[in-house]
């Protein structure tokens, strides 16, 4: 199930290239929300290295001490049947958070977990055993090779991934338990692809290469020959930049409620989804949640033109409509173009507006100009207590 290493973990600031996946990677651990992310790349691309290595780098988590599900003492709200049984007795521990592997071979009972339903019925207490789910609430969830997963497996997951919630029925007797954890698939494409309905349930897909240019590959040799040869001391070398981008993580954590999108870049964004193709809501609202994200990542708190063309990348990778046979990719002109299109709607709406509020005026002024002129001509009258004020005047 869980799976615990006590081997040196390659840092994620030392792995070479692949800005992409990184990026997805790092959005998902600020906002889990975002729905995972998809990896798609051929074999020995540092895949399932980058995900380690993440995990490694985050900071640990508090739970409450002795709970199968590491329940955030924080949020009683999301607490387990367990811990809302013991509120007065609870005590606190940290946690490091894990990788929690998920193989292909896995059936159900595994992923959900099991409930004895003998006992339920003779002596009418629930026996749960916990899942693959369960040991990766609060943790992140790695399914290497999702591609080869059962369908059904697939969707499950997603399900549970989405609402945050683990509901095992058996027999008609229910348990449920919290279930919130980053999500990670990665594929080889050249193995075969996931239905549509499934990839668009993964909230980020990156695709990735083998890199090609041999400086950077050379690199890449040695600074995996170092770590082979001294873990510690490798490790130790790369410590800061990884601290550097722990800290970067918790400070946008913090500062992503306090984003804001102006309207004009919810065009922009509504627009290039819509050019795409993209079927239903879902890829517009996770576009929006991955520019805010992205802009928390960079310490600001509106979301600028520059963080809707980044996020596309990653969420119109695996959502654009396809003819059999295409290897159509959403390149960077197509985003320019359905940009330069909400630019050019709302300068126009701009426009009409504009043009709106100057025909009110012009035809509620010859009326204010009267109203001012009757009011002067009684007499004896202070003219500034009876000055007459428009609808758009401040405090009228």
């Known amino acids: 199930m869980s799976k615990t290493h006590n081997r040196q973990i390659y840092p994620f600031s030392a792995i070479v290239g692949q800005d992409i996946m990184k990026t997805a ?29 993440l995990a490694a780098l985050l900071p640990e988590n508090k739970v409450v001490l002795g709970c199968t599900f590491g329940c955030d003492p924080e949020k009683p709200e999301d607490f387990c049947e367990e811990c809302r049984k013991n509120l007065i007795n ?19 009972d595994m992923v959900v977990g099991s ?28 399914v290497d090779e999702v591609n080869l997963l059962n369908d059904h497996i697939v969707d499950l997951l997603l399900d549970v991934a989405a609402m945050g919630l683990n509901i095992i029925e058996r027999e008609g007797v229910s348990y449920t338990h919290p279930s919130s954890f980053i999500l990670v698939g990665t594929m080889n494409p050249e193995e075969g692809d996931l239905r ?15 890199i090609a240019d041999a400086d950077t590959r050379l690199e890449i040799i040695k600074r995996r020959m170092d770590f082979e040869n001294d873990p510690k001391g490798f490790t130790a070398k790369w410590a800061a930049a990884d601290k550097k981008i722990a800290d970067k ?24 989804c819509t050019d795409a ?17 992205l802009c928390a990542y960079k310490l600001r708190t509106e979301v600028t033109e520059d963080d809707i063309k980044e996020a596309a990348k990653l969420v119109l990778a695996h959502r ?25 709607h709302n300068k126009s709406e701009q426009k009409e507006n504009d043009s709106e509020t100057q025909q009110k005026e012009t035809q509620n002024g010859p009326q204010d100009n ?24 401040p405090f009228a």
């Open 115 to 142: 409930l004895d339903i003998s006992s339920a019925i003779k002596e009418g207490e629930k026996k749960f055993e916990p899942g693959i789910l369960a040991a990766a609430h609060r943790n992140i969830l790695y």
């Open 196 to 210: 549509p309905q499934l990839l668009d349930r993964f909230g980020l897909c990156a695709v990735i290469e083998g």
């Open 370 to 393: 009267a109203g001012e002129q009757k009011q002067g001509s009684g007499s004896g009258s202070d003219s500034s207590e009876t000055k007459l004020f428009k609808a758009s005047d």
């Open 90 to 108: 609870l005590r606190t521990a940290e946690r490091k958070m894990t990788v929690v592997e998920l193989p292909v071979s896995a059936t159900e």
């Open 249 to 272: 993580i918790l400070a946008a954590k913090d500062l992503l409620p306090d984003v804001v999108i102006p309207d004009d870049m919810l065009r922009i964004a509504v627009q290039i």
């Open 25 to 53: 990677l790092i959005l998902n651990a600020i906002n889990p929300s975002i729905g995972g992310v998809l990896i798609k790349g051929e074999r020995g691309t540092a895949k399932s290295t980058a995900v380690r290595s």
């Open 277 to 293: 193709g993209v079927d239903g809501h879902r890829g517009d609202i996770t576009l929006v949640k991955t520019a805010k994200t």
């Open 320 to 344: 654009m409509r396809k003819t059999p046979f295409s290897n159509e990719q959403y390149d960077d002109k197509k985003i320019d173009e359905s940009i330069e299109k909400a630019k050019n």
